[in-house]
């Protein structure tokens, strides 16, 4: 019997499981798609909120700001890429400015760093802002995470400490026995944390009608090829509506810039297609930036954001049923809050439930090999010591076999082509995989002895349980 079973292995159920794997506790984490990360985590704005624009006095405006202050030693800790960029919210004429003013008395209650910036200013630090910007609020403390490394970096982690992940599996039913759960007839456990984005609200209803509805909302993107900070330098944010904070243009941590998303309520909790929201996203950019260049777009993509009817994040243990804890409605700022979600969850709801110990001998994670970042030296050496690092698979994104192998064969591994690409990127070029991924493919078919002809983009079908994956490299 488990202690604890998550389910729902997106950066909120794996960051949840990596803080419990410090436990001796037994705990499970169960995941409906081929990978961790295969939701909301991995279609957003990848940017940690500085906790400027919620609302006052709600979970999301509480959660978002420890959340901010929390991502530098988290990812320092599971020894991810964190970059403090900073962002501006831009306001074009008098209207705009008037609802800046109530950012920055939100900055001034919430004790965020802030400056406020006339157009000079902020055209001397962002020179493709659009001419009709006519000042800015710069937000220091916004950084920027790729979200499904940090995913798969806890959930790595939490895996070599003991927790176990089990992959392709549904929970289609779950009985409340007197002192556990039964979940499809098969895996008892101690207690449940839902977890399950936008798909919360069907497994709390099969215990008992759930006390919210989720909607998903579908927010389209357009990538941009490198563009080496040619383009702009921070995040930048139109002034929000009532609709949320806007068109964005994100840079990211691998030297891409995002723009987008719009906001569309989506029937089809599963419809992650792009559509004539990018011609939205397209229009709207363009009122906050100019000189924007399209032409080095190479991907675009969209994601839903699990939105519940009570207007803001649900947590907390069900109040009808013991053992059942509800993690429901994280949209936006749901990423930037993920880390103190976790905390407050595990150290106020569950840990007190259990009689338990801290682990004395709790294993680190090591990073991801990545050559592009070794100078010749070191990237001599490691070739001596291992060829494949010194053959090249991917060229636009410069990733080796060495690095292919060593993302497959860890804890929490890669099992199919998009696993492999969000861990060590091969596909995420200008090419799109054109070139690389029909040696993935191989690749993938030989760790995994397999056919080619058994490798997909995203692996469906029979059950896969990670808890005997090969050690870490």
């Not at 624009?53 to 929390?70: A, F, I, Q, S, V």
């Not at 927010?219 to 609709?243: Q, W």
């Not at 030297?255 to 297609?273: E, F």
């Not at 930037?336 to 009689?355: E, G, H, R, T, Y």
């Amino acid at each position: 019997m488990f202690d604890i079973t998550i389910i729902g292995a997106g950066i909120t159920g794996s960051l949840i499981a990596h803080r419990l794997s410090k436990s001796d506790l037994k705990v499970l984490v169960l995941e409906k798609e081929s990978d961790v990360a295969e939701g909301a985590t991995g279609a957003n704005s990848a940017m940690v909120h500085s906790g400027h624009d919620p609302k006052p006095g709600t979970l999301k405006c509480k959660y978002n700001l420890e959340g901010n202050r929390m991502y530098p030693d988290l990812c320092k800790q599971l020894q991810v890429a964190y970059n403090p960029i900073g962002a501006f919210v831009v306001a074009c004429g008098k209207q705009e400015e008037e609802k800046l003013e109530t950012l920055i008395k939100q900055c001034e209650e919430r004790k965020i760093p802030f400056e406020v910036l006339d157009r000079e200013k902020a055209i001397a630090a962002e020179p493709n802002l659009s001419d009709d910007v006519t000042k800015a609020l710069s937000l220091p403390s916004t950084g920027i995470i790729t979200p499904w490394e940090v995913t798969i970096a806890a959930m790595e982690e939490a895996m070599l400490n003991g927790t176990e992940l089990k992959l392709n599996y549904e929970v289609k039913k779950i009985e409340k026995k007197d002192d556990f759960f039964l979940i499809n007839d098969e895996i008892e456990t101690k207690l449940i944390i839902n977890c399950a984005g936008a798909h919360c609200d069907d497994v709390t209803n099969l215990l008992r009608e759930s006390p919210y509805k989720v909607t998903t909302r579908k927010g389209e993107y357009f990538v941009l090829d490198h563009l080496n900070g040619s383009f702009v330098n921070h995040v930048i944010y139109p002034t929000p509506t009532e609709k949320g904070k806007g068109v964005l243009a994100v840079p990211t941590v691998h030297g891409n810039v995002m723009l987008g998303p719009n906001s569309d309520d989506c029937d089809d909790k599963d419809d992650d297609a792009t559509g004539t929201g990018l011609d939205f996203v397209r229009s709207r950019v363009s009122k906050t930036l100019k000189n924007i260049p399209f032409h080095k777009m190479i991907h675009t993509f969209a994601g839903l954001r699990p939105h519940i009817d009570l207007g803001d994040f649900y947590i907390r243990e069900d109040d009808q049923i013991a053992g059942f804890v509800h993690v429901a409605g994280i949209e936006s700022p749901g990423l930037s809050a993920a880390p103190a979600i976790a905390k407050d969850v595990v150290d106020n709801i569950v840990l007190p439930k259990f009689d338990y110990k801290e682990k004395e001998n709790y294993i680190r994670r090591k990073p991801f090999i990545n050559t592009f970042d070794m100078s010749d030296e070191e990237l001599n050496e490691l070739i001596q010591k291992d060829p494949d690092f010194g053959k090249m698979i991917c060229r636009c994104e410069k990733v080796s076999m060495g690095q292919i192998k060593d993302v497959i064969n860890r804890k929490c591994g890669a099992r199919t082509i998009k696993g492999v690409k969000m861990r060590c990127r091969p596909g995420m070029g200008r090419c799109q995989g054109g070139f690389c991924e029909p040696e993935v493919v191989k690749i993938l078919a030989e760790q995994l002895h397999k056919d080619v002809k058994e490798i997909e983009l995203n692996e469906k079908g029979s059950n896969v349980f990670m808890s005997n994956a090969k050690e870490d490299l």
